[in-house]
């Protein structure tokens, strides 16, 4: 079992930025991809971006690509996701999560498990 805890949320003003980060613990880290998703109040859990195991592969959803970037540090166990120019519809709580199976490179919910509690980001207009 790994358990994730995100940090880094907070209350930002349209085109601010933050930078989240995922911390694990527990079994392996370094082999599995890990991937970031969010739900805003009222809306389902959507994917948000994903980074294979080698942080050679990184897949966004096309609201963020090229504001938001992912990356990881396999040695201190942590994943990041850099959101910059940040809008109002960005606000959600933002979940971190491990694929199921290593060596992967998944963006769909079900392709996860070993949910962080979440953390919420808010963008003021």
């Known amino acids: 079992q790994v358990q994730l805890v995100e940090s880094g949320g907070g209350l930002v003003q349209d085109g601010g930025s933050l930078r989240l980060s995922c911390t694990a613990s527990?079994?392996?880290?370094?082999?599995?991809?890990m991937g970031w998703f969010r739900q805003a109040p009222g809306k389902e859990r959507e994917f948000v971006a994903s980074?294979?195991?080698?942080?050679?592969?990184?897949t966004y959803a096309s609201s963020v690509k090229g504001r938001f970037t992912i990356s990881r540090d396999n040695a201190a166990k942590v994943m990041y996701l850099q959101m910059d120019s940040l809008k109002p519809e960005d606000t959600a709580v933002y979940f971190c999560?491990?694929?199921?199976?290593?060596?992967?490179?998944?963006?769909?919910?079900?392709?996860?498990?070993?949910w962080g509690q979440g953390t919420q980001v808010t963008v003021s207009s």
């Open positions: 527990g079994q392996t880290f370094s082999t599995y991809a």
């Open positions: 999560a491990r694929e199921k199976f290593p060596y992967g490179l998944g963006t769909r919910s079900i392709d996860f498990h070993s």
């Open positions: 980074i294979d195991w080698s942080s050679r592969k990184a």
